[in-house]
Every structure is written in C-alpha cells, then in structure tokens.
C-alpha cells in the first residue's frame, strides 16, 4: 500500500471515534493488549508519562514533552485527535511519525488487526508505543484518548502520571456526575506511581484520594503546591509570576507562547508535575523550563489551542475548546479580545453532545454562523441554529464550515472578531 491507501484503510476498514462516535469505544483493553503482544509488548519497553484529564491534556502533554526536549532527551509524543495529518498524533521530538513508517507499521499488522478487528484508536495507540521504541526514545508522554480506565493507552507503566482536570463530556461513556468522570479518569492511577492532579473540586478530589490511597500512589494537587498570580494573556501567549503556597516566589515573569485564559491551570499543572519529576529524580533546571515554556507551540508543532490565523481586520482565533469546562474561559476571553468591535462566532458542533449546555455558554450580543463540520457525527446546521435560536442566539445556517467562515469574514469589520470553534473537527477545516 502507498500512504494514501493505508490512510484510507485506516479511517474506512477500523471504527473511528472520531467520525462514527461510541460505538468505536471498545470498553476494555483486550484488543490493545492483543496487539502490543503482537509485536513485541512495546508498552513494557518505554519510559513514559501518562496524561488524562476533561481539558488541558493535549496542551500539558505537549509542554511537558517541550520540557523534557529542552533538556537534551529524545522525546516521543502521543496525542489525539489530530487536526489536518493524522501523523500529528505520533510525533518525536516535535515532528511526525514518518508516512513510510505509517505504511510499515499498517502492513506488519494487518494480517491480525484483521483476525481480531480492532478500533483505529486501538491501532493508532499501539502504532505509536511500537514506533518509540524503534526509534529508541528516552521517554514518551502519552495523552489519553477517552476517560483512563478503559483507555486504549492504559496499557503504559509510567513513571507519572497527570490528571488535569474534570468536567463534563462524553458523558454517555464516562457518568453523568463529576465524581463517576473522576473514577474513569483516575483509572489510569498506578500502584506506587505518583499522581499530580490540576485542580481541586469538592466532588472529585475525595474520588482521587480515595484510589490514590488504595494503590499507595503518591498524590499530589497542583493548586496545592503553586499559585499564580499577575497573570495575562495576550493573542500570541501569556505571562504570570509563580509562587510556592508560602508565599515565595518560584518563576518571576514566566512567559509562554500558550494563548487563552485557560492555559493559567494548565500552566501550574504542568509545573507542579516539574516538581514531581524532580522528586523523581529528573534534573529539570528552571531557566530550561523556562525556555521550553515560551515555544511549546512551535517546538512540539500543537495547533488549534486559540490559535490566532489573522491579527487583525478582523481579528480571527480558532480554539478547540467543546464543553463547559473550555467554552467559559474561552468565552470570557473572546469577550475580552472584543471590546471594540462585534463577535461573529463560526460554531459546530457533533451529534453526541449536550448541545443545549453547550450552547448556553456562548454570548447572546454575537453573530452566529452555524456549520456542520465534514464527518458523520457533526451536528446538522440548521438542526444547531434552532437550538441556538431557542437560547436568543442570532444567525444562519451554512452548508459547510469553509461557507459559514468566509460569510463571517464578509460580515465583520476590522475593528470585530471572528471565532471558530465549538468542536475540534470544525477547526481542522479553516487550518492550513
């Protein structure tokens, strides 16, 4: 097969979450194991870091990866979904998993992967465990798909593991409550394996604790240990001081190029988890975290975190944030960047979601432009603006993304802004 037509078998003959939605979630790790087995236990061979949480992982895999870069190590980075490249999900040090690689990997597998029909995620995890240890990576950070518990990736022995955070999405999957999102995500805490966890919640930290303490696993709340202040961000990154829960200050003036009000959380986790990995015995030093820090986005090639495409006349931002814990800080930041002109939101959304919560998050003095981004799951346009409409949203229907993005563009002035997001997928579409 050539890169095309491996692709093509990937997406077509393999359930994909990410176009077809739950019934590509296999809920156990059989398969996974299955596959690793095949080719040679790849997990039991890697030095890595685990990284699961509602939102922010995909931003604290790539920092930590950034980090542990910036220090001399061969770093092998695993994330999804990806956005315009399906080898963004599988990269070292920054850059892709090669095609013929990709190829390689498709057609040794293949003969089982046939025989045992697993899902493209289940695939893609043990592709990329398979790929690190080929090419001999000094450490992984590997970012969990969906949940922890039943994660495709819950086959690694790290030697860290992260929480993020939780809030709600894929609710059909992982509970209706915050601590039931908790259990599944805290599936990925290991017996005598330290745990640093982003935030503290009344309802999920005693979850936490409580598994944490079954498993003898260390753990430790990030928000605990450090507190930012004085911070801001602007549409290229952000600034703050760091301080330890005593008072001192630990990082004066830390900038990074991490766009987005959210990324303050992200930020003291993933210092937090310097500190963990220093108990551990990594030799982090602070002005290489610093450097890591201020290019995370150029030097781990991450795309679509309030990723600005036009500085100005109109100002335009894509942004990947799709549920209640991303959309509030990414709305008061859009309100933010907005106070001159006129919001003109480009929203998507795909059919699994609480649409109606989703929704409600969202500005009312705003122009709307709903679309459909191109997969199965995606939501119907005019079936988002009736929702929209019922919760004093104003604006059209568009047969696709590109549409309801060059129709905002004509509508806004140069002093407006125009936002795309509300769902991964719809990013993709307006990236180069």
Known sequence: MDYSSTLTYLYEQLPMFQRVGSVAFKKDLTNTLALCAAVGNPQHQLRCLHIAGTNGKGTVTHSLSAILHTHGYKVGLYTSPHYKDFRERIKIDGQYISEQAVIDFVERIRPFSEAI??????????????????????????????????????????????????????????????????????????????????????????????????????????????????????????????????????????QTDLAGSYQEKNIITVLASVLQLRQLGWALQDDLVRRALSQVCSSMNMVGRWQVLRDAEPMVVADSAHNEGGLRYAMQQLLDEAKDGQLHLVIGTVNDKDVRKMLSFMPRKATYYFCKADIPRGLAADELQRIGAALGLTGESYSSVQNAYHAALRAAKPNDVVYIGGSIFVVAEVLD
Do not use: W
């Open 117 to 254: 029909q697993p899902s493209f995620f289940e695939l893609t995890v043990v592709m990329a465990l398979d790929y690190f240890v080929q090419q001999q990576v000094d450490v992984a950070v590997i970012e969990v798909g969906l949940g922890g518990r039943l994660d495709s990736t819950n086959v690694v022995s790290p030697e860290m593991c992260v929480i993020t955070n939780i809030s709600y999405d894929h609710t059909q999957m992982l509970g209706d409550t915050l601590a039931a999102i908790a259990f599944e995500k805290a599936g990925i805490i290991k017996p005598d394996i330290p745990v640093v966890i982003g935030e503290t919640h009344n309802e999920t930290a005693s979850v936490f604790r409580q598994i944490a303490q079954e498993r003898h696993a260390p753990i430790v709340f990030a928000d605990a240990c450090l507190e930012s202040r004085h911070f801001c961000s602007s549409l290229h990154g952000s600034r703050l001081d760091v301080y330890d829960r005593a008072g001192k200050l630990c990082l004066p003036d830390l």
